[in-house]
Nanobody, 122 residues
Framework: QVQLVESGGGLVQAGGSLRLSCAASGRTFSNYNMGWFRQAPGKAREFVAGISWSGSSTVHADSVKGRFTISRDKAKNTVNLQMNSLKPEDTAVYYC???????????????WGRGTLVTVSS
């Protein structure tokens, strides 16, 4: 069992930055690939970024590539999402998720956090 708790969301102006963190508990956390997803009002949940269990491999959605960076700290059991050059269209609830697989789709995630709201004003 893995429990995930997100933090770091808030209100920021366009062009600003935020750093989201996902704190994980459960002794098998280090074995999971971890991802960030987001869901805007009225839209489906979409993939943002993923990182392998070792931290050696990352993938980012085209919409955030070059602006967002995912990382993990295995010693601290955390996964982070550094978000720079934020745009109003980045406004959404951001969720942390865990999976043993490598298919970065919401349907394939095993564990989810409850989310943290990011609001980007224009």
């Amino acid at each position: 069992q893995v429990q995930l708790v997100e933090s770091g969301g808030g209100l920021v102006q366009a062009g600003g930055s935020l750093r989201l963190s996902c704190a994980a508990s459960g002794r098998t956390f280090s074995n999971y690939n971890m991802g960030w997803f987001r869901q805007a009002p009225g839209k489906a949940r979409e993939f943002v970024a993923g990182i392998s269990w070792s931290g050696s491999s990352t993938v980012h959605a085209d919409s955030v590539k070059g602006r967002f960076t995912i990382s993990r700290d295995k010693a601290k059991n955390t996964v982070n999402l550094q978000m720079n050059s934020l745009k109003p269209e980045d406004t959404a609830v951001y969720y942390c998720a865990a999976t043993y697989g490598t298919t970065w789709s919401a349907d394939y995630m095993t564990y989810w956090g409850r989310g943290t709201l990011v609001t980007v004003s224009s």
